[in-house]
């Protein structure tokens, strides 16, 4: 079992910034895939970005590549998102994910993922 709990999250002005945590705890965070998807109102949950275990690889969507960063430190236990030049679309929930195998071809597909958080609010005002 994998627990997570995000932090970071809040209201911010067009074109800010604001960098999300989430700490897990439980077996094998290290070696997990971790992944931030979002979630607005009326919509179906979207994938953000991920990162493997060794932050060798990450991924993100194109509404976010070149806005977000992804990152982790596995020392901590903990996995960031550092989202820059916000926009009012990008308000939503915020969760994040783990999962311990995934395929490259399922990264951005919140049903591979078998641990979430609660999420955290980002609400971006223009």
């Known amino acids: 079992q994998v627990q997570l709990v995000e932090s970071g999250g809040g209201p911010v002005q067009a074109g800010g910034s604001l960098r999300l945590s989430c700490v897990a705890s439980?077996?094998?965070?290290?070696?997990?895939?971790m992944g931030w998807f979002r979630q607005a109102p009326g919509k179906e949950r979207e994938f953000v970005a991920a990162?493997?275990?060794?932050?060798?690889?990450?991924w993100y969507s194109d509404s976010v590549k070149g806005r977000f960063s992804i990152s982790r430190d596995n020392t901590k236990n903990t996995v960031y998102l550092q989202m820059n030049s916000l926009k009012p679309e990008d308000t939503a929930v915020y969760l994040c994910?783990?999962?311990?195998?995934?395929?490259?071809?399922?990264?951005?597909?919140?049903?591979?993922?078998?641990?979430w958080g609660q999420g955290t609010q980002v609400t971006v005002s223009s």
């Open positions: 994910a783990a999962v311990a195998r995934i395929t490259i071809s399922a990264i951005s597909d919140d049903g591979a993922y078998d641990y």
């Open positions: 439980g077996r094998t965070f290290s070696s997990s895939v």
């Open positions: 990162i493997n275990w060794a932050s060798t690889s990450t």
